[in-house]
């Protein structure tokens, strides 16, 4: 039987324009595309897990609107379970999203539904949550659905994942003790830490500042410069597969869902990380978020060539 994934989180539906560089404030660019894709951050990590081998439930809430009924049939196309998705009065979380030509991105998100994913609603699908092996959180939800969640999941004896993305500030500091895995990238541990990481010793230092704060093992995704584990006195760095990138939306979510479904499998932790880097590393060569996730075999075709 394939591991059990919970995903609780947002489900967005992007609405994405390339244009040849981001915009400044107060200008007007001309855009050269524009597609609507299914997102989020909760959602992504759902299919990257479904994808790269795991059996998926996601916990989140939905719109009552257009959008809300393409995001859920969007992961029940890739098999994820969409009981606990709950369809609520009003409009679906949307990302505004411009890529430019060096594949960099700018998100701005409106929480919509997500905003309505509470701890009661949530509380109502504990059996979800008891049925799962790892439980995985990002901060598109209310904090307070994230500090339940990682508290259950702590008294169910799962292993708990928080990628705290989008990150504002300091985590509350009780909840480090009930995640097993904290996965941001440079700009969030910034954000968690108050180091400014540009590199990997600055990575290192604020991963330090993180666990003398009470955080157990950090993972920081630095896009090409690929990750460093940090856990107890030890710092490991894995260099991130070449490739070229055409738009590295989601490649954070790819990540995190890949290395969730690796280590669920039974991988070792530093086999998840190398599995979520050649996952996220694919995904930045294929545009949009959900249908830039890669499948099984096309990270095993690449790990093999
Ligand atoms: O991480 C990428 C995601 O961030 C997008 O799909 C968008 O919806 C935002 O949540």
């Not at 890529?99 to 700018?106: E, F, G, K, P, Y």
Request: contains cysteine.
């Amino acid at each position: 039987m394939p591991a059990k994934i919970v995903v609780i989180g947002s489900l967005n539906m992007d609405l994405v324009t390339r244009a040849p560089r981001l915009p400044r404030a107060g200008e007007t660019l001309i855009g050269e595309s524009f597609a609507t894709v299914s997102g989020g951050k909760g959602a992504n990590q759902a299919v990257a897990s479904a994808r790269l081998g795991a059996q998926v439930s996601m916990v989140g809430c939905v719109g009552s609107d257009a959008y809300g009924e393409q995001l859920r049939g969007a992961l029940l196309a890739e098999q994820i379970d969409c009981q606990a998705v709950t369809a609520v009065e009003g409009s679906s979380g949307v990302a505004l999203i411009v890529v430019d030509d060096n594949s960099q991105n700018a998100i701005v998100i409106v929480a919509g539904a997500n905003g309505l994913l509470t701890p009661e609603v949530l509380a109502s699908f504990d059996a979800v949550l008891q049925a799962a092996d790892v439980i995985v959180c990002q901060l598109e939800v209310p904090m307070q659905t994230v500090g339940y969640a990682l508290k259950r999941g702590r008294e169910l004896g799962k292993t708990v994942i928080l990628n705290p993305a989008p990150a504002t500030g300091p985590l509350p500091a009780e909840w480090y003790s009930a995640i097993d895995y904290l996965i941001p990238n440079e700009s969030e541990v910034s954000a968690l830490s108050g180091v400014p990481v540009d590199s990997l010793e600055s990575a290192e230092r604020a991963a330090s500042q993180l666990m003398a704060v009470g955080a157990g093992k950090v993972i920081i995704t630095l896009g090409a410069q690929g990750s460093l584990f940090a856990h107890g006195q030890s710092f490991e760095h894995f260099p991130a597969p070449k490739v070229k990138a055409v738009d590295t939306t989601a490649a954070g979510d790819t990540f995190v869902g890949g290395f969730a479904a690796a280590l669920a499998a039974g991988k070792s932790e530093a086999d998840a990380i190398r599995f979520g880097q050649v996952a996220a590393a694919l995904s930045v060569t294929r545009a949009g978020a959900q249908p830039s996730i890669p499948l099984l075999s096309d990270v095993q075709a690449f790990a093999a060539s």
